[in-house]
């Protein structure tokens, strides 16, 4: 590295993202072109990226808008999507992800990017940066579109861990309240349990033991709780955050994902069916680029790892350019913010349910 390049990463903005430039399906190409077009938009955020470096010097070289942005650390391992968590804990200490991740824990950025094994990830993040004093299962979030104003829900967890009792479940509600604020910008969010239906009597044992958790902690913590909802509700304006297990919500995520591949599929077969098929697509164009625009599921993509000290956000595996953007923007937004000194300062003792400490743990109007 030049003394020239060191200078201009010396007076770069100090918005620091940590990419792991190897994970992902499309590999580092995709990467660094997603980073390039942040960079382009966004002229206060800067690049610490980890990978073979040979490779990423080509790849930064092509892309005028990342020059004196990108500060370029070596890693030779690379976390394969096939790859056992425990595997990668135990001999991943060379690998771009792990280094990625460090980035974070030695304060040298302030959240980490990643597109690859998403169970190696989580791994690597809690064992790391370690979990907030009292979280006892951290959680995934994602921007869920939305009929609401700003156009998302919060929905977690959706794949940290498949397990989740009412005390669990209590603490993703309190952690997605936190996030909606600072990453929706909504002033008391309101707040659906997922159940199979919205009666009170309904759903395991642990779901109306967390009902009631839920329901008791809203005032003070400064939440509306709207109480159980269904799957049809998580796309609509009657929530803001809707709070689940991670078995449920990974597999209500990929349904959804699925579901809007297959609308979009056959929407394109459908006006390319015939000549004049093609004559009302022609016609339709702008409106059928806007929905096109709407249901893109890259627009949503990244999803937030809570209950961390430090802020990991999780990039579909498949991102191309477009996608690795879209995480980079929900990193940088939360990063300004200050998300994760807001919900460290807010997260309680996992046992506190009384008022001051429903209160802290929740953040009140601010966090």
């Known amino acids: 590295m030049t003394e020239e390049h060191l ?7 100090r918005t620091v993202i940590s990419v792991d430039a190897m994970g992902g399906d499309r590999g580092p190409a995709a990467v660094v072109a997603g980073i390039a077009l942040s960079a382009a938009k966004n002229p206060d955020i800067r690049f610490i990226l980890h990978g073979q470096r040979d490779e990423l010097e080509k790849l930064v070289a ?6 004196g942005r990108v500060e370029i650390r070596h890693a030779d391992g690379v976390v394969t999507m096939d790859a056992k968590p425990s595997h990668v804990m135990r001999h991943g200490q060379d690998t771009s992800m792990w280094s990625a991740i460090d980035s974070v824990r ?3 950025a302030t959240v980490a990017v990643s597109c690859g094994n998403t169970g190696a990830l989580m791994l690597l993040s809690i064992m790391r940066l370690r979990k907030l004093p009292g979280v006892n299962r951290p959680a995934i979030a994602c921007l869920w579109p939305s009929r609401n104003p700003g156009g998302f829900n919060v929905m977690l967890d959706v794949g940290a861990d498949v397990r989740a009792d009412e005390r669990d479940l209590l603490q993703y509600a309190l952690m997605g309240t936190s996030y909606a604020r600072n990453g929706l910008g909504l002033d008391r969010p309101r707040v659906g349990l997922l159940n199979v239906g919205t009666e009170e009597n309904k759903g395991r044992a642990e779901l109306k033991a967390a009902h009631d958790l839920i ?3 809203a005032e003070e913590a400064n939440y509306s709780f709207v109480g159980f909802v269904e799957g049809g509700d998580i796309p609509s304006s009657k929530v803001d955050v ?5 078995f449920t919500g990974n597999v209500a995520l990929k349904t959804g994902e699925g579901t809007a591949k297959l609308l979009g599929d056959f929407m394109r077969e ?4 015939t000549p004049l098929s093609k004559v009302a697509a022609l016609l339709a164009y702008t409106s059928l680029r806007r929905l096109k625009k709407r249901m893109d599921p890259r627009r949503a993509n990244g999803g937030v790892f809570l209950g961390l000290n430090g802020t990991v956000v999780k990039s579909h595996g498949s ?10 923007k929900l990193a940088f937004e939360l990063a300004q913010s200050g998300f994760t000194e807001r919900l460290a300062a807010r997260v309680a003792a996992s046992n506190a349910t009384g008022p001051e400490a429903l209160r802290e743990l929740a953040g009140g109007r601010k966090g």
Do not use: M, N, W, Y
């Open 7 to 13: 200078q201009e990463l010396r007076a770069a903005p």
């Open 62 to 67: 092509r892309r005028k808008p990342l020059r």
């Open 106 to 108: 030695h304060g040298e």
């Open 215 to 217: 329901e008791a902690a």
């Open 242 to 246: 809707i709070v689940t297990d991670g």
């Open 270 to 273: 459908a006006f390319t069916a």
């Open 319 to 328: 991102s191309d350019a477009t996608g690795v953007s879209a995480a980079v």
